[in-house]
């Protein structure tokens, strides 16, 4: 079994952009405490490659060929897009890992339909877990995008079965390999309603997502999602992505709704990984 | 489909310092290059983005259109409402069912 | 049932671009001829928007964003984008099918992860079957793109996977839609093996095609292919998509091997739709 | 990967205009946006189709630049088989193990 590591994280751009504006520091600096043990659970498993599983921003992928997935093949990136003045993260330079990357798309492939992409400039998506979980930007990563941006979204069932086909073609190479997932639950990112959380659909969505309870999970429908959760709730497919990659259950190391300013529910979460997903 | 064209002009800006500087010393070729209405060439000339979010923008995209302007995060915010008591509702896109909204944070009600 | 055609023809440049320089101008009119058939048969199925299966060449599609599929759901087009001089093909604006081209899109995401994209270049291999097939540019197109050019290469499996769940998209929408696909069987195009034509293997292809063998068809490996068939053999998949969506019996309307000229064995050859696909 | 950009380069070139324009009139700075090495930039600026092909560039890609550049077809599959000649079998890309290529038409075997 080469998957090592399986957990998720929220990535909105506020978690380092307005840090600065925070009235409440102490949850916010709890927050960040969660995340920075996940990085040393990351390092701890031994990875060799870090995957994220991104709900990107039309950084890369507009309507002009809106993929319902992507992975990164190439040998290096760059982020962030942003201003790196309003991300409060400097402009980079990310390693890659262009053979592994095309190893286990060729895997996925048999079952589901990924694009690849040879180049890829990360958004906050990507560049916020990366802040916490890969400070020196040391580890190489592979970059997936799941389209929960531009309708028609892909499918949750779909996401689901992505997650199964990352599985399977992860533990069919050598290397160790750490996923995490990064979206958001409940929110109305960069609107009007910024800041507005659905506290109670948040809890209710972490719980069938801990207890990767997959009938449950697959059961949220994209009209009701946007109703009472938002735009944002679209990035549920993310976390569900991980779900279906870990096949265990999850341990919610983090959560709370008081960080507003973040404009998301901040989260934080591991899944054991059983052998037999 | 002009919303298409309207998001793909920003998506570009977004992405492309070329087209940044094009923006800043020679926006008339930019806009030449792209399909818009009226309306929407010189919401992109003005910098309007209450206009611009009642058009249909998505905010994933807005948001780095106004941090390009300088356009400080509450003030985004607060030009978005203001778009909408002016112009009605949002008319396009992912947010056209969406409403006026209001400030969630402690942060932004003290500005 | 409201697919009400499928049939396969050649989309080579040289069809149009290089069509006065034939020396053999009786096959080259019958060729012709036969597309000007498969043009009228359309006509008579009553089509009211015809899907283009292609394998289109870094037109659109490249490595910073390669889809396994694109499906084409903008309400117009333009093409070609090749020198009109150099195609022989004058630059024209071609109607799309937004409406019913999203539907079909968000039916077939049920099954088979497609990209989607509002806007689309056409290259020769959409422009050569429209010049034949709707020379007034009045009927309107639903492109799809397979990915045949840059690997990983989109799985033989998926594209017969792909051709069903199109066939099944289609059956579920009222209006009466055709479906082409277009490639080519063995040939080295662009490259100096250019007019090269290995036609045993593009007769035991298209037997196999013919008699609609999903196995037979589907046993193809993309290093054989390549040695024998050249990287146009790739091309296959377009092809293969058809006999899948058809699920019928194929008749082949026209083959020759005599045109090198046009760098490609040329194909016009129609299916018969089975109900039950 | 730099076969990547080279071939970006020309994925570019062969879709917009507003780079062929470029091309013709301030090459240096179109050559400036990619990451091209001594070699790939100087095939771009000599136009060397036989060294492209070597190089790796898809004939996809390829035989557009080469209609750009107003090379006749036989010139332009003459130009490849001139580039193996003379640099060896192509390096990369899907071709890296195709070998010289003959003339396979009567028209062109004429010229
Ligand atoms: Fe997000
Ligand atoms: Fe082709």
Known sequence: MSLVYAGVLSHAPGITGRAHLVENTAKRDEFYAALDKQRREIQDSGAEALIVIAAEHFANFFMNNMPAYCIGIGSQYEGPIEDPDWLKISRTKVPGAADLATRLTREVMKTVDVAYAEEWKFDHGIMVPLHFLTPEYDLPIIPVNINCQGPPLTPLHRAWAFGKALRRA?????????????GG???WPAT????????????????????NDKDALLSYDDIQTYRDAGQGGFEIRTFIAIAAASGGDGELQFYTAELPIFAVGCTVARFSLDRTA | MSLYHLQKFLYEL????????????????????????????????????????????????????????????????????????????????VYAMTGGGESFTVEGKKR
């Open chain 2, 14 to 93: 977004n992405r492309d310092e070329t087209a940044q500087q094009k923006y800043r010393n020679d926006l008339e070729t930019l806009l030449d290059d792209f399909d818009l209405s009226d309306e929407e060439s010189n919401a992109l000339r003005e910098g309007d983005i209450g206009l611009l979010y009642v058009l249909g923008v998505n905010g994933q995209i807005l948001m780095h259109y106004a941090a390009f302007l300088e356009i400080e995060w509450f003030a985004y915010l607060e030009l978005m409402r203001e778009g909408i008591a002016k112009h009605g509702p949002v008319r396009a896109g």
């Open chain 1, 192 to 211: 009007p309603d910024s800041g507005k959380i659905n506290e109670k659909w948040d809890r209710e969505f972490l719980d069938r997502l801990m207890r």
């Open chain 1, 185 to 187: 639950i409940s929110h």
């Open chain 1, 170 to 182: 992860c533990d069919s190479v050598p290397e160790k390999i750490a996923v995490v997932g990064t």
